[in-house]
């Protein structure tokens, strides 16, 4: 099977050649600008030293400065890391935002670590990486098993070390220290807007229209919360371990409320347990992958039975999947679009904290909402215009506006 960077490369040349790229920027786009692979040694409870690899990789900062989560996952690994870090590049691109793309991890078991432990590993993890991040220079955000805990232990650690608060070295923080409304749950909601936009297009009513979900986290539980709230029927939503589903809807207050209250899926009445792999399956209008990459490959694509699927999770569909998909008539809203709307309030923070002037809510929901129906339709336009699927539509846009900055920037020296 090809590596998620591999994969990257590949559809990042399939673009070149339809947008007819210059091939000095194409080869430059293909690798990353830089990578930091850093050992993070960390004091375990039990008083012995682990020592986690750790990683921070930034593709291409032609825009300005460049922004992407970090994440804390065993699989975690510099080809990874580096085709997520490319991923940002196209998806700030697309929103027209003025960023570049990079990415963050540590390898480590995350769900076995203790608080201290967590924050003890997060805090050398910050100061390994010190040289390569700041406002003006590259921007870390929660991704996978990080949270706003996280980020405000990297913005203290990075404080600390240039002796004065800096709230905008890092998004995704906590409100009370320069965090933005509206940023917990700015990734889900953005699903939210572009499912409803593609299921207009595609005359799926969302009132009682059928989601299935695969993710509980801050992306699959908001969006599941938020389409359930637009009269969507949500029958089906996993975690890790496997799922749930109940033909007439599930109740996804009830549910989140159970499970943030320590509850698991286990002891929930009214619902079946389900594998994530019946879950994918599920005869559903809308299937929203908000877990993990490769989600939906070339063994499991086929038992896909959505009209349309809406990628939260970034990667979710691999390549060949991608194909039966196309094959099959079902329509993919591409992750670079369909996630945007977390970077996109990850930018807003990130103003407001250079301003120190913070906005209400309702400005900042309603600035996203415009940017991502804006861009959904240049994208559904565009794909229509030259009649190829609308991932490959966002990329060439994407890849287009970078490929510009390029040419017009020149190559130093
Ligand atoms: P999270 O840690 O809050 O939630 C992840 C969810 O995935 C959890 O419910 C977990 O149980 C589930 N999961 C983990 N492994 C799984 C597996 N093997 N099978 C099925 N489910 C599994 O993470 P998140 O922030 O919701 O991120 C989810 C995806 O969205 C990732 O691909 C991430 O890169 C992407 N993303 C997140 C943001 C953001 O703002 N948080 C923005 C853009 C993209």
Redesign the pocket.
Known sequence: MPTMLEEAVAQLDQVAALIKLDEGVHKRLQRAQRALIVSVPTRMDDSQVEVFEGYRVQHDNSFGPTKG?V?YHPDVNLDEVTA?AMLMTWKCALMGLPYGGAKGGVRCNPTAMSQGELERMTRRYTSEIVLLIGPELDIP?????TNEQTMAWMMDTYSMQRGMTVPGVVT?KPVLLGGSLGRRE??GRGVAFVTAEAARELRISLGGATVAV????????VAARLLHEAGCRVVGL????GGISNGKGLDIPRVLRHLQEGGGFADLPDVDRIT?ADLLALPVDILIP????G?IHEGNADRVRAKLVVE?????TTAAADRILEQKGIRVVP?ILA?AG??TVSYFEWVQDLQFYFWREEEINQRLQDLMVAVFRRVWEYAAEQRIAMRLAAMSLAVKRVAEAHRIRGLYP
């Open positions: 989560g994440r997520l955000a929660p991704d996978v098993y995704g700015a990734t695969q993710g509980k986290g801050n992306v699959g539980g996993s975690d890790s371990k994530n908000a877990a993990l990459e989600a939260g999770a970034n990667g979710p992750d996630n977390g970077v």
